[in-house]
């Protein structure tokens, strides 16, 4: 069965230092990989996706991620913060007929 | 520009009450879902539809009812809201055939019984 972790329920970063938040999945076979983000009282947005190719992604936002099939991770990164990037991001994993399976989400302060 | 509403977006409700939150897409979709979210916690989901007259019961038990009538349509019925019912509803949808998409999300409903 699918199952998303991240290990990290609070992240607090300083603005304009970098991120990385963690998520680690559980499949047999290549899935398809999310990072969605969620604003306050809104609804979850797609921030970028990977099924296969290159193994670093880029999304909206400046957001990228870094699928590794050893470690069997897809963390998302940001090189610099910015305060309008607080919110709680969830990573997700899929495959074809299937549900996506989402992680508990991690949430992310950002200090001025 | 919205591809999946979600409406009311706020509502405060009395116990009892028999309430219906809508969600509507336009992207022809076949599978929707709905999941209950309390603030900054992880998704459960209740219910999911694969489409026309098919609807079926998330990991997550819940009280409420959905129906499939339309492929647009996905109402999702509490026939008698409680305190406990308290919390955000997220509706969204996907395609069978294009998994690598991912979800649509709505804007959710923040519904307050009292």
């Known amino acids: 069965a699918q199952s998303v972790t991240q290990p990290d329920i609070h992240i607090t970063v300083s603005e304009g230092a970098s991120l990385e938040l963690r998520c680690n999945y559980s499949?047999?076979?290549?899935?398809?990989l999310f990072w969605y983000v969620q604003s306050p009282g809104q609804g979850l947005q797609l921030l970028l996706k990977?099924?296969?190719?290159?193994?670093l992604v880029q999304g909206i936002k400046g957001f990228e991620a870094e699928f590794k099939r050893s470690q069997s991770s897809f963390n998302l990164r940001k090189p610099s913060v910015h305060w309008s990037d607080a919110a709680e991001y969830f990573c997700?994993?899929?495959?074809?007929?299937?549900?996506?399976?989402f992680g508990a989400g991690t949430i992310l302060r950002v200090k001025s | 520009e919205a591809d999946i509403y979600q409406t009311p977006r706020y509502l405060v409700i009395g116990t009892g009450k028999k309430i219906t939150l809508e969600c509507s897409q336009t992207m022809g979709h076949d599978k929707m879902y709905w999941y209950q979210q309390d603030p900054g916690m992880e998704l459960h989901l209740i219910h999911y539809s694969y489409g026309v007259n098919s609807t079926e019961k998330g990991d997550l038990s819940s009280e409420s009812t959905v129906s499939r009538i339309r492929t647009e349509h996905f109402p999702l019925t509490l026939e008698s809201a409680r305190p406990s019912h308290t919390s955000q509803y997220l509706c969204?949808?996907?395609?069978?055939?294009?998994?690598?998409?991912?979800?649509?999300f709505g804007s959710g409903t923040r519904l307050t019984v009292v």
């Open positions: 499949y047999g076979a290549t899935p398809y």
């Open positions: 990977y099924f296969s190719g290159d193994t």
């Open positions: 969204a949808s996907s395609e069978y055939q294009r998994v690598g998409d991912g979800y649509t």
């Open positions: 997700a994993v899929g495959a074809y007929g299937n549900k996506l399976v």
